[in-house]
């Protein structure tokens, strides 16, 4: 479902379309966030990166809360830097944005009592899994948080800095500085586990939850080997014009994406009717398309 939305520039009226599936995937992320940032980095003193490590060094040095300071940080950076967003980004960030405040405002009125306090590990862990999964949901729907994307953004423009370079550096100061102000070492050591597993189950979510493995093949009975896959496996075949450097023969390059439990099946294939074949496997992520989430008759699986 869509419906049309209205923004109000210098430059005029704009219209766009605002797809309800990705503001709700939005707002469910920003719960998942929010929840994990309440219940594990605040109840536990553990800190984080960005403008979250920010608004968590606020909250622990004077007890300023989050939602407000969360609001406050960003909204000017929205301002500053909207135009490097794209209008349905920046729509949709301004309601990611403001969903995080809204639920960390939430889950404050009656937290849950997660007492882990004896094993800091199962916190940190917990802590990056949240937070990844819910800013994984809010990247991969079109939405951001704001803060750091966008002075990433700025610089990389105006000073040419590469932009995982300054998100990088921002979030190794505000990192550093919560240790030197609030944090112990041993606590500042469980943020950075925090910060690494939350960065590597986002790049999961983005990805894809599922992954396949594609197959480069280069053989003189390419033929054979693709209607052999198409008949056993069920799995299409493309055909790429090749020629090689050296020799500048001619030859047929043959492409095929396989799930990950098929490879060796694939590989047998191959071997059984070229064993001197070719063959390079790569990890593919975030497949779709028939065989995959599309049936034979192009119904989602």
Not at 24 to 44: E, R, T
Not at 59 to 85: E, H
Not at 272 to 298: C, M, Q, R, W, Y
Request: charged share 15%; net charge neutral.
């Amino acid at each position: 479902m869509k419906y049309w939305a209205v923004l109000l520039t210098k430059e005029g009226i704009f219209l766009f379309q605002i797809h309800i599936k990705n503001v709700l995937f939005i707002l469910l992320g920003a719960a998942i966030f929010s929840f994990g940032l309440v219940h594990f980095n605040m109840q536990h003193n553990l800190g984080e990166g960005g403008f979250t490590g920010i608004t968590l060094l606020l909250y622990f040095l004077w007890d300023f809360d989050p939602a407000i300071s969360n609001i406050i940080l960003n909204v000017p950076m929205f301002l500053i830097g909207w135009r490097f967003l794209g209008r349905i980004t920046f729509i949709y960030s301004i309601i990611g944005t403001a969903a995080v405040s809204l639920f960390l405002s939430v889950f404050q009125i009656k937290p849950f009592a997660i007492h882990l306090e004896s094993d800091m590990t199962l916190v940190a862990l917990f802590a990056g899994i949240f937070i990844g999964v819910g800013l994984g949901i809010i990247f991969r729907y079109g939405g951001t948080t704001g803060g750091v994307d966008i002075i990433a953004r700025l610089a990389n423009k105006y000073i040419g800095w590469n932009i995982g370079k300054t998100m990088f550096l921002f979030d190794f100061i505000i990192i550093i500085t919560s240790v030197f102000a609030i944090l112990d070492l041993k606590q500042g050591m469980y943020t950075l586990v925090t910060v690494y597993i939350g960065a590597r189950v986002i790049d999961f979510i983005q990805e894809g939850a599922y992954s396949a493995k594609g197959a480069t093949i280069i053989s003189n009975q390419s033929e054979e080997i693709a209607a052999t896959i198409l008949q056993r496996m069920d799995r299409g075949v493309t055909v790429l014009e090749g020629r090689g450097s050296y020799s500048g023969e001619k030859r047929d390059v043959l492409y095929c994406v396989v799930a990950r439990n098929e490879i060796v099946r694939l590989k047998n294939i191959i071997e059984s009717i070229d064993p001197h074949a070719f063959v390079a496997v790569s990890t593919v992520h975030d497949v779709a398309g028939e065989g995959f989430t599309l049936d034979e008759n192009k119904n989602p699986i």
